[in-house]
T-cell receptor
Framework: NAGVTQTPKFQVLKTGQSMTLQCAQDMNHEYMSWYRQDPGMGLRLIHYSVGAGITDQGEVPNGYNVSRSTTEDFPLRLLSAAPSQTSVYFC??????????FGPGTRLTVT | RKEVEQDPGPFNVPEGATVAFNCTYSNSASQSFFWYRQDCRKEPKLLMSVYSSGNEDGRFTAQLNRASQYISLLIRDSKLSDSATYLCVVSESSNTGKLIFGQGTTLQVKP
């Protein structure tokens, strides 16, 4: 099993550009989440999904959209990038909601 | 007040030392508690769950005090490979199973 994969690993965007961060898992997990990690802040939940077709907002959802059309994939869309969205983004999946398996992360810089 | 608070450290200890990390949480209705480990520029990984009765996994011991809303992690006989950031994680009380992450405590074990 590949586990949780994320692409790209690194990305630089200009303010106002849009892009999609990809996340996929091959463990047949129902629960998937997106977090951002900033220095001194810990991981903060952006959006999460409890199954295909079901998504909900986390702590910091503004500026991000998600969809979950399949169990495997959970892409995160940045609608109009802002410098405040410079961060490391982690996707995670789990079967029991608590033991989350994280992807390797995407390091995003918005200039 | 942050929902999950940790001393960010860093804790610098010699090999073989015993070191303890503490964490406090604000939501008395939280049900599940965990310690995750995060190596530099890597994704977080579950280290151990924390049970009310306390639990041990090799050199690692986790304790929970619900009355004081306090969680601890004790590492005995520290190894160089224990150098990492340790994240205290608490579940929300709702059925979503959302996790709240502390900002982490950094441990550096020196030869």
């Amino acid at each position: 099993n590949a586990g949780v994969t994320q692409t790209p690993k690194f990305q630089v965007l200009k303010t106002g550009q849009s892009m999609t961060l990809q996340c996929a898992q091959d463990m047949n997990h129902e629960y998937m989440s997106w977090y951002r990690q900033d220095p001194g802040m810990g991981l903060r939940l952006i959006h999460y999904s409890v199954g295909a077709g079901i998504t909900d907002q986390g702590e910091v959802p503004n500026g991000y959209n998600v969809s979950r059309s399949t169990t495997e994939d959970f892409p995160l869309r940045l609608l109009s990038a802002a410098p405040s969205q410079t961060s490391v983004y982690f996707c995670a999946s789990s079967t029991d909601r608590y033991e989350q398996y994280f992807g390797p992360g995407t390091r995003l810089t918005v200039t | 007040r942050k929902e999950v608070e940790q001393d960010p450290g860093p804790f610098n200890v010699p090999e073989g030392a015993t070191v303890a990390f503490n964490c406090t949480y604000s939501n008395s209705a939280s049900q599940s508690f965990f310690w995750y480990r995060q190596d530099c520029r890597k994704e977080p990984k579950l280290l151990m769950s924390v049970y009310s009765s306390g639990n041990e996994d090799g050199r690692f011991t986790a304790q929970l005090n619900r009355a004081s809303q306090y969680i601890s992690l004790l590492i005995r006989d520290s190894k160089l490979s224990d150098s990492a950031t340790y994240l205290c994680v608490v579940s929300e009380s709702s059925n979503t199973g959302k996790l709240i992450f502390g900002q982490g405590t950094t441990l550096q074990v020196k030869p």
